[in-house]
């Protein structure tokens, strides 16, 4: 298995720009999350899919969008990238509600310039 | 609005010396109760979990943490670090029910050799 998979791992973008974030599991989980890591506070959550077909907003959704393609796979979309979405985000996936434990995958870093 | 603090933003100790970590949550209710922990240049792993029973859980790498209800805390411990416990640790609360995890905004822990 490999777990939770990301691309990119990294990437630069000018103010303005689009960009499409991936991500897929292939542990048959129900739900998955985005999360962005900002130095001093934590993980903070941007959306969350509670199941296939569904989405939610999470702490900090401006900015982002989501698509659940499947039960596997899980984007996020910057519409148009401000520097203040420099940071560095990470894709997750956990069986479903109650008290499953989240994977995690690597990372993606993102520079908006 | 729930939230999670950790006491601690930067631990520097001597390998061989005993680690406490804190971690206060401020939600009330049923709580799943998790301590991540991140490597340089790595993805979140989980150390250890609580769910319920026994307040004192046991993790990977001799880690474990005891909850305790009346102080709303869940605090990790080590007996005697290592050198490769360089690394920066997350506390995260989940409510029993719903799909948000919240986490804390992380310790990082260096440990000189």
């Known amino acids: 298995n490999a777990g939770v998979t990301q691309t990119p791992k990294f990437q630069v973008l000018k103010t303005g720009q689009s960009m499409t974030l991936q991500c897929a599991q292939d542990?048959?989980?129900?739900?998955m999350y985005w999360y962005r890591q900002d130095p001093g506070m934590g993980l903070r959550l941007i959306y969350y899919?509670?199941?296939?077909?569904?989405?939610d907003k999470g702490e900090v959704p401006n900015g982002y969008n989501v698509s659940r393609l499947n039960k596997r796979e899980f984007s996020l979309r910057l519409e148009s990238a401000a520097p203040s979405q420099t940071s560095v985000y990470f894709c997750?996936?956990?069986?479903?509600?109650?008290?499953?434990?989240?994977?995690f995958g690597p990372g993606t870093r993102l520079t908006v310039t | 609005a729930q939230s999670v603090s950790q006491h601690n933003h930067h631990v520097i100790l001597s390998e061989a010396a005993s680690l406490e970590l804190g971690c206060n949550y401020s939600?009330?209710?049923?709580?799943?109760l998790f301590w991540y922990v991140q490597y340089p240049g790595q993805h979140l792993q989980l150390l250890l979990k609580?769910?319920?029973?026994?307040?004192l859980v046991k993790g990977i790498k001799g880690f474990e943490a005891e909850f305790i209800k009346s102080k709303f805390s869940f605090n990790l411990r080590k007996p005697s670090v290592q050198w490769s416990d360089t690394a920066e640790y997350f506390c995260?609360?989940?409510?029993?029910?719903?799909?948000?995890?919240?986490f804390g905004p992380g310790t990082r822990l260096s440990v000189l050799p």
């Open positions: 939600y009330g209710g049923t709580v799943n």
């Open positions: 609580y769910f319920s029973g026994d307040p």
């Open positions: 542990m048959n989980h129900n739900s």
């Open positions: 997750a996936s956990s069986e479903g509600a109650g008290t499953n434990e989240q994977y």
């Open positions: 899919s509670a199941s296939e077909g569904t989405t």
């Open positions: 995260a609360v989940k409510k029993n029910y719903g799909q948000n995890f919240v």
